[in-house]
């Protein structure tokens, strides 16, 4: 199985920790970046082959990762110029994958089974699989609906559920054609063509363990959750 690793952002929501490191490196509790936390739960779930998007202090990364010898991995490397969008990085090296694969940024922590998302995705049989999470959304207000001026409901403080992308996805390469190497291509943009064209992707829905290291409030929280979930994460660590 293979997995493309997104790490080439700049982190700017992270600043300062990104300011010299690369966000996938900043470190999670007294041993471990968050781009090896991620290697191993990919090498664990049987994924032999790695292939990592770099660019803003990609050289870091490349340092630190090699090979991927040290986790029983073969890993490479497609560098960005120019920032590429979501899914720009993975058009310039569709010669160099197979027929599906993973797809995930290289900043979150969560306890997905990796291997079950491209196993669904290939069964599934939809272009792009989309692993999800529920969020729950707190309004802070008294929400009104209102026609043609006129105040036609009212609703106290809503909340509001929503699934979100948790940023991983399986990937079927025959989708990426039709797009040009080198152009930017987003997440939003491609799931509306697939959308527009009566193609929807599959949603593999989660409701384990999921955070998204954004901003420091989300770092900050990764580093007081670890001790406790680290053999969640890190299975026989």
């Not at 991995?73 to 497609?78: G, H, I, L, Q, T």
């Not at 527009?196 to 007081?224: C, M, S, T, V």
Request: aromatic share 8%; charged share 25%.
């Amino acid at each position: 199985m293979h997995a493309v690793i997104l790490a080439g952002g700049k982190g700017v929501r992270l600043r300062p920790y990104t300011t010299a490191l690369p966000k996938p490196l900043v470190p999670i509790g007294d041993q471990h970046a968050i781009l090896e936390i991620v290697l191993r739960q990919l090498s664990a779930a049987g994924f032999t082959r790695c292939t990592i998007a770099i660019g803003h202090l990609g050289e870091i990364i490349r340092a630190y990762v090699g090979d991927g010898s040290q986790w029983g991995m073969s890993v490479d490397y497609a560098t960005e110029e120019s920032p590429l969008g979501t899914m720009g990085p993975l058009l310039n090296l569709r010669d160099r994958l197979p027929e599906t694969f993973l797809v995930m940024n290289g900043d979150i922590l969560t306890d997905l089974d990796y291997a079950d998302v491209l196993r669904r995705h290939e069964r599934s049989g939809a272009p792009l699989t989309i692993a999800t999470y529920a969020r729950k959304v707190h309004i802070d207000f008294g929400v009104l609906t209102t026609d043609a001026s006129r105040v036609v409901a009212f609703t106290e403080k809503p909340s509001m559920d929503y699934r979100v992308s948790m940023g991983v996805y399986g990937l079927s390469r025959a989708t990426l054609d039709g797009y040009t190497p080198g152009l930017p291509l987003g997440f939003d943009e491609l799931v509306l063509d697939l959308l527009k064209h009566q193609d929807p992707p599959h949603a593999y829905e989660f409701d384990g363990y999921w955070l998204d290291i954004g901003r420091p409030d989300d770092y900050d929280r990764a580093n007081a959750e670890f001790t406790s979930r680290k053999s969640l994460l890190l299975k026989g660590a």
